[in-house]
T-cell receptor, first 111, second 115 residues
Framework: QKEVEQDPGPLSVPEGAIVSLNCTYS??????FMWYRQYSRKGPELLMY????GNKEDGRFTAQVDKSSKYISLFIRDSQPSDSATYLC???????????FGAGTRLAVHP | GAVVSQHPSRVICKSGTSVKIECRSL??????MFWYRQFPKQSLMLMAT?????????EQGVEKDKFLINHASLTLSTLTVTSAHPEDSSFYIC???????????FGQGTRLTVV
């Protein structure tokens, strides 16, 4: 079993839809959670960073962490074609430890 | 977010030569830097982790003599692919973090083609 599970998709939605992206994890020591967006042939861009359980909102993006269920989500409201990319979840225990990434979900938002 | 600059963005080299890729953190002190390799339509594969002033820690299966990593300052890390072969052709990405590692910022990536 992988430490972090993420459905690779692809996920195709119409413009304006609400998108839900999810990751589950097995290591209860993970404390810090991130969502990255990666366009083709570019480095990942940090979208959201959360520490505690609960919701964090930034514009059209909401990150949700449920540590009791070991489950994190990223919601995208009013999705746009420019949101078409691969979304990677990542998490770490902190300290000197590396980030553990999900496989990434490919999202396509069509006009 | 913080800015991490990676250079070059694209490089073509002949088989047998060495290539150096630079990763700079422009607006924060990068105590820890990570180097990844990414194949098309696949997730990031961590190659090594380096802390400033220390030797890099390589992941299992990554040849440390082939992929030389130097992290001499809090703003610069380099990856040198030595004696490159066509199978080393890939997308290489660095990321930088402060300490403790809580979030990391990525460079733009380098597409290496070995001919």
């Amino acid at each position: 079993q992988k430490e972090v599970e993420q459905d690779p998709g692809p996920l195709s939605v119409p413009e304006g839809a609400i998108v839900s992206l999810n990751c589950t994890y097995s290591n209860s020591a993970f404390q810090y959670f991130m969502w990255y967006r990666q366009y083709s042939r570019k480095g990942p861009e940090l979208l959201m960073y959360t520490y505690s359980s609960g919701n964090k909102e930034d514009g059209r993006f909401t990150a949700q962490v449920d540590k009791s269920s070991k489950y994190i989500s990223l919601f995208i409201r009013d999705s746009q074609p420019s949101d078409s990319a691969t979304y990677l979840c990542a998490m770490t225990t902190g300290g000197y430890n590396k980030l553990i990434f999900g496989a990434g979900t490919r999202l396509a938002v069509h006009p | 977010g913080a800015v991490v600059s990676q250079h070059p963005s694209r490089v073509i080299c002949k088989s047998g030569t060495s290539v150096k890729i630079e990763c700079r953190s422009l607006d924060f002190q990068a105590t820890t830097m990570f180097w990844y390799r990414q194949f098309p339509k696949q997730s990031l594969m961590l190659m090594a982790t380096s802390n400033e002033g220390s030797k890099a820690t390589y992941e299992q299966g990554v040849e440390k003599d082939k992929f030389l990593i130097n992290h001499a300052s809090l703003t610069l890390s380099t990856l040198t692919v030595t004696s490159a072969h066509p199978e080393d052709s890939s997308f290489y990405i660095c990321s930088a973090s402060g300490q403790p590692v809580t979030e990391a910022f990525f460079g733009q990536g380098t597409r290496l083609t070995v001919v």
